[in-house]
């Protein structure tokens, strides 16, 4: 059973280039959750999403930041016209349970825009 | 609005010592979870606390969870290299709302 899978492990993006980040979640589960990670810091809700439905996108950027999870495939994090503070670590959880419970986290993108 | 602090943020200890990571938060909660994370890595699970008085052991890490207090600890018995990475507390709001995370303490233990 495999875990969490995210790709790519790293992303380059000149600024005003458009970032896509995947996610495959673990098999069985349905909830997946999307953190940002800055350099020395702790990770920052994004957004939590069902299959075809976004449940809390409260962490979400207004602008250029978007995200699906489609019933086939994989969930998708969507940066447009990427800007140097978009710079980071891009963590995606799954669970099999929503809310608050135990979620598994993939490897990460690390995304760098230059 | 659910805030999670830990402290220190930076820990530098000796091999063979103890010591205590805090985790603390702001309102009420009914789990709390601790993660592991070595550098260019992903998070890995340590500890999942449910209960008030929950108290969880694995290795030279022990967890604990006092709900009316609002705090957690991490205790490191016996400090050892392998040890080094950077723990996070999480913490669950209560309904169907995703973890907060505090910032991290990165661990460093040195021969």
């Known amino acids: 059973n495999a875990g969490v899978m995210q790709n790519p492990r790293h992303l380059v993006r000149r600024r005003g280039q458009e970032a896509r980040l995947r996610c495959s979640p673990m098999?069985?589960?349905?909830?997946v959750y999307w953190y940002r990670q800055l350099p020395e810091e702790g990770l920052k809700f994004m957004v939590y999403?069902?299959?075809?439905?976004?449940?809390?996108e409260s962490g979400m950027p207004k602008e250029r930041f978007s995200a699906e999870f489609p019933k086939e495939g994989p969930s998708i994090l969507r940066i447009q016209q990427v800007v140097r503070g978009d710079s980071a670590a891009y963590f995606c959880?799954?669970?099999?349970?929503?809310?608050?419970?135990?979620?598994?986290f993939g490897q990460g993108t690390r995304l760098t825009v230059v | 609005e659910l805030k999670v602090e830990q402290n220190p943020l930076f820990l530098s200890m000796q091999e063979g010592k103890n010591y205590t990571i805090y985790c603390n938060y702001s309102?009420?909660?009914?789990?709390l979870y601790w993660y592991r994370q070595d550098p260019g890595k992903s998070l890995e699970s340590l500890f999942v606390?449910?209960?008030?008085?929950a108290v969880k052991q694995e290795g030279r890490l022990m967890a604990s969870l006092d709900t009316k207090a609002r705090l957690s600890t991490l205790h490191i018995t016996a400090a050892v290299h392998d040890l080094s990475a950077t723990y996070f507390c999480?913490?669950?709001?209560?309904?169907?709302?995703?973890?907060?995370f505090g910032k991290g303490t990165r661990l460093s233990v040195i021969a």
């Open positions: 959880a799954s669970s099999a349970v929503g809310g608050n419970t135990e979620a598994f």
């Open positions: 098999k069985g589960h349905s909830h």
């Open positions: 999403l069902q299959k075809e439905n976004i449940i809390d």
């Open positions: 309102t009420t909660s009914d789990r």
């Open positions: 606390l449910l209960s008030n008085g």
């Open positions: 999480a913490v669950a709001n209560p309904g169907n709302t995703p973890l907060v």
